[in-house]
Structures are given as structure tokens and as C-alpha cells.
């Protein structure tokens, strides 16, 4: 076992797989990207992944899902790996001087292992308010930088009406979808070939590859069917748009891929299965829908942004933190 201590805290590479879903069970901003089921959809040969476990007196404080990636002399430690977002996973009640300890044990975990550095992807702030600022304070008074940023745009999810939220635009959209007979509807497998239809549409028409493959999909909805989902815009027999929806904690969902048929590209479709999709989200008490980076400190996408708040959405950040040994 690969261990090293600091102060009273000692970081092991992850050995007990039920020990990692334990904390994550009990912790307070994990998240399904912290999944190790999640994490395993990934071929063996594609990460070097590096978990980590904190301990105080022998119970685990922490968890740090990631990888090494770069040269084999000198890797970068990475979280996460093979997923959107990373970062330290913990209990409620986190003290301010445990919060820096973690960041210091992890620093003097990689210099004994002559690592080139780290970086560090965190959620926006929603995902844990009672966390999230802290663990930034803690990085930042360690030494870490913030090297990325990604604009967010995240939409509260209220009672009422689910377009209630919308400006006019969207709206009318769902109102004249409604009135044309778009109709939607949840699916899981069952739904995954017309959801592909939509899918590739999009993708070809953008001329970029997609983040996961059709059988990397299928795969994550048969270890996920609970929370991994497709919301459909139907009319008829014609598949309008479609949503693939990832469950990440009890109370925030994503929309990981918003995607129209080429045919129907001004039905209204995507904004009709995204007010089904908050309504549904609504009535089984969530409170937050992130649709994703819209833009970043590289590339501003004014269509989408405009696009997502159009549908109530409003931007936060998920950041990159990045640390080197002197």
C-alpha cells in the first residue's frame, strides 16, 4: 500500500473499493463523477488512475478521486481523471484547519513521490455551499492557482409551472411545441437507438466528436439505470430532441448532452424536453439543473449562452486549480 503521513494525516492510494463507496455515501459533495462504478466504464488501458484516501487515528476524513497522467519520471496528478469534475470529497462539519491539512498531506504525498504537481477541477459552488469556498480557501492558501475557468450555466429548479423561469423566447417555443403535439417522455435502454438518432445528428452537424461513444452510453445507463436517463421530444412517430440526463447528487442533475434531429433544428424540441425534464426534477425534490460549461476562459459561445439563459439559467464557475513544487 502506497502510504504517506502528515501531521496526524495519512493519504493511501486506494486499496478497499468498499471503503471508498462508504465515504462517498456519507460525504456531502460527492458526487456520481466520484464513482468508482462510474470511473470503471472507462477501458483499464486508458488512465493510470491514483485514488486517494485520508486518515485520521485509522477512519477515513477524505476522498480524492484521480490519476497520473504526462511523463512516467515526473506525471501530473490529476482530478479528476475520466470525468468532469473532481476535487477533495467530505464529511458535513469540515473545520478550516482540516480543510488545509488535506491540501498539505496531498502536497507532501506527491513531493515524496517526485510528482511534477497537481490540479484540482471543482464543481460550481451549488453543488456544496457548505464546502465549496472552503476547500477553494484551503487550495488557494496552500499555494494552489486557479489556471481555468469554466462558465456554467446552472437553472434552480422551483415549484410552479417549469417554463415559469423561461424569458419569451423559449416560452413560446414550448407553448407551440405543446400545441403542435410534442409530447415527453422518460426512457431509459428502451429509448437509446432513438435517442442516437439525435445524437449523431447533432454531432455531425457540429463536426466534433462526442464525449463518449454509443456503447460508452449504453454502458453507463446499464451500471446507472436509476440515474442515468434520456428525456424525448416526441411528435408522432418523428424523435424531435433529446436529453441524456446523469442523476450526480440527491438534489442536482445534468443535462451532459442536449441534442435536436437535423430536420427539426427550429421545433422547439430541446427547450420543450428540458421544461419536462424540470418539472419531473420538481416533483422528486431537486433543486438544482446544470447544463454544463457554456463557455470558458478560451472560448465564449454566445448562442448557447444564450440558449441556456433563455431557459433560467445562470452562470457559474467550475475552476481548475493547479499547483507545482518549487
Not at 488501458?45 to 487515528?57: G, V
Not at 484521480?66 to 469540515?94: H, K, Y
Not at 436517463?229 to 441524456?244: F, H, P, S
Amino acid at each position: 500500500m502506497d502510504v504517506t503521513a502528515t501531521s496526524s494525516i495519512v493519504v493511501e492510494q486506494l486499496a478497499t473499493p468498499n471503503e471508498w463507496r462508504d465515504v462517498l455515501s456519507r460525504s456531502v459533495n460527492g458526487t456520481l463523477y466520484q464513482d468508482l462504478d462510474f470511473l470503471a466504464y472507462h477501458p483499464a488501458d486508458r488512465f493510470r488512475f491514483h485514488h486517494l484516501i485520508f486518515k485520521r487515528n485509522g477512519n477515513a476524513i477524505a476522498l480524492l478521486p484521480g490519476g497520473l497522467s504526462g511523463t512516467n519520471d515526473r506525471p501530473i496528478f490529476s482530478s479528476p481523471l475520466g470525468a468532469s469534475i473532481g476535487g477533495f470529497v467530505v464529511a458535513a462539519n469540515l473545520r478550516a484547519d482540516t480543510a488545509i491539512e488535506l491540501v498539505e498531506a496531498l502536497q507532501n504525498y506527491a513531493n515524496a513521490r517526485d510528482w511534477g504537481g497537481i490540479d484540482i477541477t471543482v464543481p460550481p459552488a451549488c453543488y456544496s455551499f457548505e464546502t465549496a469556498d472552503l476547500l477553494a480557501f484551503a487550495l488557494y492558501f496552500r499555494g494552489f492557482r486557479m489556471t481555468r475557468r469554466w462558465l456554467c450555466h446552472v437553472a434552480p429548479i422551483n415549484a410552479g409551472p417549469p417554463e415559469s423561469s423561461f424569458r419569451n423566447n423559449q416560452l413560446a417555443s414550448v407553448r407551440a411545441a405543446r400545441r403542435g403535439g410534442m409530447v415527453g417522455v422518460k426512457t431509459g435502454l428502451d429509448g437509446l437507438d432513438r435517442f442516437l438518432q439525435v445524437f449523431r445528428d447533432t454531432y455531425d452537424r457540429h463536426g466534433v466528436a462526442a464525449t463518449h461513444s454509443p456503447d460508452e452510453i449504453r454502458d453507463l445507463m446499464r451500471r446507472f439505470p436509476d440515474r442515468i436517463w434520456i428525456e424525448l421530444a416526441v411528435r408522432g412517430d418523428e424523435t424531435i430532441a433529446g436529453l441524456l440526463v446523469f442523476q450526480l447528487t440527491a438534489t442536482i442533475a445534468t443535462t451532459f448532452y442536449i441534442c435536436t434531429g437535423a430536420e427539426h433544428a427550429k421545433a422547439g424540441g430541446a427547450a420543450f424536453a428540458i421544461a419536462n425534464l424540470i418539472e419531473r426534477l420538481s416533483k422528486a425534490g431537486f433543486r438544482y439543473l446544470d447544463f454544463g460549461p457554456s463557455a470558458n476562459d478560451q472560448k465564449f459561445n454566445k448562442g448557447v449562452t444564450f440558449f441556456k439563459e433563455g431557459l433560467g439559467a445562470s452562470g457559474q464557475c467550475r475552476d481548475r486549480w493547479n499547483w507545482r513544487p518549487a
